[in-house]
């Protein structure tokens, strides 16, 4: 079946611009992340969404960057007026559950450059 | 302050040597997982260990749980170049919570 799904998987933009990333998580899974990963360095938490509960958003950087989940399915992160520190690859994973130890899967990554 | 401190950052070695990456912290965890990740693609889960003193075996690939749940280790055996990645281990500290704590990943090399 298929797997997560991340869009665009590059991304370019000035700063001072705003980006949306698209995740398309695994059918039926009820719990989706978002994460930023640094060149070579682990992943820092953004965002979490699980069902229909108010997401966790303690991860967010700054209040320019917001995540939506519609449906239950698709999620979109957007930052606005980027700047230079938010590049990074930015990763989204979904799980079935949200019981801890549930398998997180992750997909390919949307790397945002801004220059 | 990092929550989960991984050991070391950077290993260089030759096919057929074998190497222990360590993941460390002063907090108890319900679970810890290990991921590998390769250039340009998502981290894969590699195991996950619930058990204080758990061990598991995943062919070549040897992953302890510590007995008070804060920390683990990851040996390998007889290194290959396919097992080159970025390691990480994440961490649930509330057996209810879905967010993990990632460490800074260990990058290992192996070289043919």
């Known amino acids: 079946g298929a797997g997560v799904s991340q869009s665009p998987s590059n991304k370019v933009t000035e700063k001072g611009k705003d980006v949306e990333l698209r995740c398309d998580p695994i059918?039926?899974?009820?719990?989706l992340y978002w994460y930023r990963q640094s060149l070579g360095q682990g992943l820092e938490f953004l965002i979490y969404f699980q069902g229909n509960s108010a997401p966790d958003k303690s991860g967010l950087p700054s209040d320019r960057f917001s995540a939506e989940r519609t449906g239950g399915s698709v999620s979109t992160l957007t930052i606005q007026r980027t700047q230079q520190e938010d590049s990074a690859v930015y990763l989204c994973?979904?799980?079935?559950?949200?019981?801890?130890?549930?398998?997180?899967?992750f997909g390919p990554g949307t790397r945002l450059t801004v220059l | 302050t990092q929550l989960l401190e991984q050991s070391p950052q950077f290993l260089s070695i030759q096919e057929g040597e074998n190497l222990t990456v360590y993941c460390n912290s002063s907090?108890?965890?319900?679970?810890l997982q290990w991921y590998r990740q390769e250039p340009g693609e998502g981290p894969v889960l590699l195991v996950t260990v619930v058990t204080g003193g758990e061990v598991k075996k995943l062919k070549r690939l040897t992953f302890q749980f510590g007995d008070a749940r804060k920390d683990s280790s990851l040996h390998i055996t007889a290194a290959q170049p396919g097992d080159t990645g970025l390691y990480l281990c994440a961490g649930n500290i509330n057996t209810n919570a879905g967010k993990s704590t990632f460490g800074d990943g260990t990058t290992l090399t192996v070289k043919p």
């Open positions: 059918s039926g899974h009820t719990a």
């Open positions: 907090s108890v965890f319900s679970s």
């Open positions: 994973a979904s799980s079935f559950d949200s019981g801890g130890a549930d398998t997180q899967y």
